[in-house]
């Protein structure tokens, strides 16, 4: 295998609100808040949902790549439920391997209920479910020992059974990708965080707000002089500043593209880092990397979820 993923196994159920909502409900836009079983349910019954689909960061991201032509796999937890069996459907119809055998579990599947506001922008409430419960007894070694790279969600960053899960996939693989994944997760784990990028990881994916937060900078140039101390590979995408990626005293950068009729940007993220891992294990240039990962997001963010099929 090329890349294994691991993350939360989450299904995504997006639905369009207006800006009074998030207010009315304490919710902070472009964020990712994690709720209970009884207040995901509350804040779906006033909705109408748009679209029902498997998602989860990392799975996003690999979904992108096997469309890329990439042989891939996925680890996550989902219960042998009929989300869970969705979940598993939508990865295996994408030629992702499935590298989890799902058991009856008194927890459901998790589930993230995806707000789009009318500026395209979006927050996140997650149940994680049994999602939340990934330990390393459910990470297969052979298929993270044969895969040529890992890539890790800082999402799935957790105290207890998920952070086993975590340590032990990093500790056994070849190579080692992450996102930071949330501004509110880098600052939650930012000890942590801090010290993954700079003494396990071989790649690091984050936005701009995720990097000043994690090396607590004011400006962005603070950012490029931590990139080059690093000496590993660290990729910043900027919205309509485009991306850059740093490595050494190399600091390369890719516009944006212009004139896109956004629509939805969930998953952003995720294909970037999808068309940029392409590039990655395919040799192409670190410059090609960028753009392939800019084309990627740009299509993505043109249409409404996180997967381009």
């Known amino acids: 295998m090329k890349v294994l993923g691991i993350g939360n196994a989450i299904v995504d159920v997006i639905c369009k609100v207006e800006e009074s909502f998030l207010s009315e409900n304490n919710l902070t836009k472009s964020t990712m808040k994690l709720v209970d079983e009884t207040e995901f349910k509350k804040l779906l019954s006033n909705l109408n949902i748009e679209e029902t689909i498997a998602g989860g960061s990392v799975a996003n991201s690999i979904v992108g790549l096997s469309q890329l032509g990439n042989p891939v796999s996925f680890i996550g937890k989902v219960n042998n439920d009929e989300l869970g069996n969705k979940y598993e459907k939508s990865l295996t119809n994408e030629k992702v391997k499935y590298c989890y055998q799902k058991k009856k579990e008194s927890i459901p599947t998790g589930t993230c209920l995806i707000l789009i506001t009318p500026d395209s922008e979006r927050t996140m409430c997650t149940f994680l479910g049994i999602a939340g419960k990934i330990s390393d007894k459910d990470i297969d070694e052979n298929a993270v020992k044969n895969s040529e790279l890992i890539f890790l969600e800082g999402y799935l960053w957790d105290e207890g059974e998920p952070k086993t899960a975590f340590n032990k996939a990093i500790n056994i693989s070849k190579k080692k990708a992450m996102s930071l994944s949330d501004q509110f997760c880098v600052e939650r784990h930012k000890k942590s965080f801090f010290d993954l990028v700079n003494n396990k990881l071989d790649i690091t994916f984050a936005n701009e ?101």
């Open 209 to 309: 707000q995720e990097i000043l937060s994690l090396i607590n900078a004011k400006s962005f140039d603070e950012v490029i002089s931590f990139g080059k101390q690093l000496g590993k590979l660290l990729v910043i995408t900027r919205g309509e500043k485009g991306s850059i990626a740093i490595q050494k005293n190399e600091v390369v950068e890719c516009d944006s593209q212009k004139d896109l009729k956004i629509v939805d940007l969930t998953g952003a993220g995720d294909l970037f880092a999808a068309g940029f891992l392409h590039g990655h294990i395919n040799n192409l240039s670190i410059k090609e990397s960028l753009e392939k990962g800019t084309e990627m997001s740009s299509k993505i963010i043109q249409k409404i979820g996180a997967r381009l099929n």
